[in-house]
C-alpha cells in the first residue's frame, strides 16, 4: 500500500525523502514521488515505476529546499501514471495519501460545478484542490486543510505541505496507520517506523480521527472533536525496524531461514522456562467458559486460522466459525454471548480484518488481537493481544509471521484445552516438549533447500500447479497455492485432498505438477489414495512427507521432500517451510520480483 513520508529538516530534504521512501518499497508501489518547499516556492517530482526512475529524474531535475513529503503510490483509482503519482498540488498545496477517499465523486462534482479543473484520475487530487479553494477563500493554510479533512470520508492517512510554508506540514489519520518521528530540532512524519528508523526512534502514532500541525520544533495535534491531545512519545526498539537482508539476495529468503529463531522467541514469549505452563498476560480468558470462537482473517493469516480451526476444534472441543474477512462482516453472522473473537493479522493494520473486528465489538465477550505489529490499529482495538515476535517481515509474501501465528494460535488452543480439561497435563506436556524441539527440527528442514530447489527448477515450467492436503495440511495446500501464484505468477490452488474427485481431477495431465503435503500421520493412507488417482492419470507427484510416508507412498513419485518426522500436531508448521522453499526458488527460476511481486501491497489498509 502508498507509503508517505514528510520532513522538516535541517538539511536537503530529497535524499532523505528518497532513503525513506526506499525503506517503504515493501509496502508495494507502482509509481512515486516527492514535493519541496525552497525559498517559499512548492514544487514536485514524480515517476512511474521503481524508485530509481525517481532519483534519476531528480538527477537531471533537482529539487532544493529542507522541507518536503514524499510517497510511493499502490494504485487504486486511476492507473500508475505519472499524472496519477503523488503528490497531488493545488497552486499553493501539495498533498500526499494513502488510502480511499469514498465521497470524492461528490466533492469533485461540487468543485467541477465552481469552475475547477482536475488533471488526474485519483480520489486524492480532490483533497488537495478543496484545501487549495479554502485558501482561496482566505483559510490559512492549517485551517483549510482542518476544513478539508472535516469534509472527507473513507479512509486516510494523509501530509499537507505548502507554498511559502517551510516550517510546516500538517497530517491527519483516518484509518492508515501515521507516525510523528521527534527529532532534535527537526520533524519527520512517516507511514510506519520502518520509514523513520534511520531518522529517529523517538515515534508518535496519531489515533483515528487525529490530526496534527507539525514544525521543526513542535507538534500540536487534536483528536477527531478538535480537542488538543496528548499521545505519548515512544522508544522504538532497534530489533524492531531492523530491515537489511543480511547478505540474502532477497528479504524472503532471509526471513524464510529466520524462522528457528522466531519459533523460540515465541516459544519463549509464552512458555515459561523449564515449566510445561503457557502463560499469556493479558489474555484473561477462561476457555472453560467459552462456547464458540469466531475467527477472521485475510489471505496468509486468514489459513494460520483455517489451520488452527483445526486446533482448537480437535485439541480443545471447542466450536470454531471462520470466515475470511473481507465477507465475514458482510454475512452478518450472529455474535452471540460466549463467544470469544479473534484477529490475526501480521500488520495489524488490514482494513478488511479490522472492519471484521469492529463488527464484532459491544457483541463479542472477548476480542482477541494476533498481529506482529504491537502499535498497530488491530492491536490497540483488541481487548488483549498476543504478539508474534516475528520481527519486521519485508517480503510481500507472508513467511515467518505465518508461521509465528501457527505457533502463538497452537499455543493458544492448548491453554484452551488446559482449561477446558480436553487435553490431560501431560498430553499438554508432550506437545510443549515436541514444540521446544521445532526450531532445530525446522532447521534439518531448511537444510533440504538445494534438493526443493532442483525440483523448483522444474516446476518453473509449469503453467498450473495442484496443492493437495487433508486434515491440517489443507490450510496449508492453500498456502503452499497462494505463496507459489503471488511470486511467481504460476496459476495454482490448494483442494482438500478429498475433494480431488469432485472436480479438480480433470485438470490432472503430464503437465500439471501435484504437491502433496502428507505426513504419515492418521489421515495417509486416505491421501495416498488421492495421490494414486493422480498418478494413475498421468499427474506429476510432488510428495513432501517423511521418509516412512514416502517409502509407502511406492513408486510413481515425480519428486519427494523427505521431512524429518514431527509430532503430528506441528507437522503444519513444519511443512509449512519446503511450500515456502518451493515458492521461492520457483520465482527465482521464472527471475520474478521475488520481494515485490506485482499488484500486491505488504499492508493491505483499504477495502
Ligand atoms: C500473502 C500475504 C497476504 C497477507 C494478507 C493479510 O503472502 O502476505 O495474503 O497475509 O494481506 O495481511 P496481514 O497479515 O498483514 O493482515
Known amino acids: ?62 529539487l532544493a529546499g529542507k522541507a518536503g513529503i514524499g510517497h510511493t503510490r499502490w494504485a487504486t483509482h486511476g492507473a500508475p501514471t505519472e499524472g496519477n503519482a503523488h503528490p497531488h498540488r493545488g497552486r499553493t498545496v501539495a498533498v500526499v495519501h494513502n488510502g480511499i477517499i469514498e465521497n470524492y465523486r461528490d466533492l469533485k462534482d461540487e468543485l467541477k460545478g465552481q469552475g475547477v479543473t482536475f488533471e488526474t484520475e485519483t480520489d486524492t487530487e480532490i483533497v488537495a484542490l478543496l484545501t487549495q479553494r479554502y485558501m482561496d477563500e482566505g483559510l490559512s493554510p492549517v485551517d483549510a486543510a482542518y476544513r478539508t479533512i472535516d469534509r472527507l470520508s473513507g479512509a486516510f492517512a494523509l501530509a499537507f505541505l505548502f507554498d511559502g510554508e517551510e516550517d510546516l ?71 524492531a525496524t531492523r530491515v537489511d537482508k543480511a547478505g540474502y539476495r532477497h528479504f524472503m529468503a532471509k526471513e524464510i531461514d529466520e524462522q528457528p529463531t522466531v519459533i523460540s522467541e515465541v516459544i519463549n514469549a509464552y512458555v515459561p522456562a523449564g515449566a510445561d505452563a503457557i502463560e499469556m498476560p493479558g489474555i484473561d480468558v477462561d476457555f472453560a467458559k467459552v462456547d464458540r470462537l469466531v475467527m477472521s482473517a485475510c489471505g496468509t493469516a486468514f489459513n ?56 464484532c465489538e459491544g457483541k463479542a465477550d472477548r476480542i482477541l488481537g494476533i498481529v506482529n505489529v504491537p502499535e498497530s490499529s488491530i492491536a490497540r482495538e483488541s481487548s488483549a493481544v498476543l504478539e508474534l515476535h516475528a520481527g519486521p517481515e519485508i517480503g510481500v509474501a507472508s513467511t515467518k509471521a505465518f508461521t509465528a501465528q501457527l505457533t502463538v494460535l497452537l499455543l493458544l488452543a492448548l491453554k484452551a484445552a488446559g482449561d477446558r480439561g480436553t487435553l490431560s497435563a501431560d498430553q499438554i506436556a508432550d506437545r510443549l516438549a515436541a514444540l521446544r524441539g521445532l526450531p532445530a527440527v525446522m532447521n534439518t528442514a531448511l537444510d533440504l533447500g538445494e534438493t526443493v530447489e532442483r525440483i523448483a527448477m522444474a516446476v518453473s515450467e509449469a503453467r498450473d500447479v495442484l496443492f493437495l492436503g487433508r486434515g491440517t495440511m489443507y490450510p496449508l495446500a492453500m498456502e503452499g497455492a497462494l505463496k507459489l501464484k503471488e511470486i511467481s505468477y504460476i496459476h495454482a490452488e490448494g483442494y482438500a485432498s478429498g475433494e480431488l474427485k469432485h472436480g479438480p481431477i480433470a485438470l490432472i495431465d503430464t503437465n500439471v505438477p501435484v504437491v502433496v503435503l502428507a505426513p504419515d500421520d492418521d489421515l495417509f493412507d486416505k491421501t495416498m489414495s488421492n495421490l494414486q488417482e493422480v498418478i494413475a492419470r498421468g499427474g506429476k ?12 507412498a511406492g513408486d510413481g513419485l515425480w519428486h519427494a521432500i523427505p521431512m524429518p518426522k514431527v509430532h503430528a500436531d506441528l507437522a503444519p508448521i513444519l511443512y509449512a517451510v519446503p511450500a515456502q522453499q518451493l515458492a521461492y526458488h520457483t520465482a527465482v527460476a521464472k527471475g520474478t520480483d521475488v520481494d515485490q511481486p506485482r499488484n500486491l501491497a505488504k499492508s493491505v489498509t483499504v477495502e
Open 1 to 62: 500500500m502508498c507509503g508517505i513520508i514528510g520532513v522538516l529538516g535541517d538539511h536537503e530534504a530529497a535524499p532523505v525523502l528518497v532513503e525513506a521512501l526506499k525503506r517503504l518499497e515493501y509496502r508495494g508501489y507502482d509509481s512515486a514521488g516527492i514535493a519541496t518547499v525552497n525559498h517559499g516556492v512548492l514544487d514536485r517530482r514524480r515517476a512511474v515505476g521503481k524508485l530509481v526512475n525517481l532519483s534519476d529524474k531528480l538527477v537531471h531535475e533537482p
Open 541 to 552: 507427484v510432488i510428495l513432501i512427507s517423511d521418509e516412512r510416508g514416502i517409502g509407502r
Open 169 to 239: 506540514i500538517v497530517i491527519a489519520r483516518m484509518g492508515p496507520p501515521l507516525a510523528i518521528g521527534h527529532g532534535d530540532g527537526e520533524m519527520y512524519v512517516g507511514s510506519d517506523a520502518v520509514a523513520l528508523a534511520p531518522l529517529t526512534d523517538r515515534i508518535t502514532y496519531l489515533e483515528d480521527g487525529d490530526r496534527a500541525v507539525v514544525t521543526r520544533t513542535s507538534v500540536e495535534i487534536r483528536d477527531a472533536n478538535g480537542d488538543l491531545a496528548n499521545r505519548e512519545i515512544r522508544l522504538v526498539r532497534a530489533e
Open 304 to 359: 494460520a486460522c483455517l489451520t488452527a480451526k483445526y486446533w482448537f476444534e480437535k485439541l480443545a472441543r471447542i466450536p470454531v466459525e471462520i470466515d475470511v474477512a473481507s465477507e465475514f462482516r458482510y454475512r452478518e453472522p450472529p455474535v452471540v454471548d460466549g463467544t470469544v473473537a479473534l484477529f490475526v493479522s501480521q500488520s495489524g493494520e488490514t482494513a478488511d480484518t479490522l472492519a471484521a473486528l469492529r463488527y
